[in-house]
Nanobody
């Protein structure tokens, strides 16, 4: 069974930076596409960034120009570099892998890591 484990969350002041990591385990195949989502208290889960084959990335409007997603296929690890953080970036961040051979055809989610941006 494929599992995703996020790390790197924590407390940071506005304007600061954090890098989140999400490592996949339980598969011998490379995961070619992954994404980061977030859910703030009282709000729906939203897409933060996604990356597909060839390194093509897409971002939510609220993070464009501040966040960068990258994927290390060899390590099956996706990263989210977050710069110029704002209080509104406070949320639980989840990584996800879409159904593919590596995930045995199911969508997989991590447990989440909390990012808190405070003044």
């Amino acid at each position: 069974q494929v599992q995703l484990a996020e790390s790197g969350g924590g407390l940071v002041q506005p304007g600061g930076s954090l890098t989140l990591s999400c490592a996949a385990s339980g598969t011998t195949f490379s995961i070619l596409a992954m994404g980061w989502y977030r859910q703030a208290p009282g709000k729906q889960r939203e897409l933060v960034a996604a990356i597909g084959s060839g390194g093509r990335a897409s971002y939510g409007d609220s993070v464009k120009g501040r966040f960068t997603i990258s994927l290390d296929n060899a390590k099956n690890t996706v990263y989210l570099q977050m710069n110029s953080l704002k209080p509104e970036d406070t949320a639980v961040y989840y990584c996800s892998a879409p159904p593919c051979i590596a995930t045995r055809g199911i969508e997989v989610w991590g447990q989440g890591t909390l990012v808190t941006v405070y003044s």
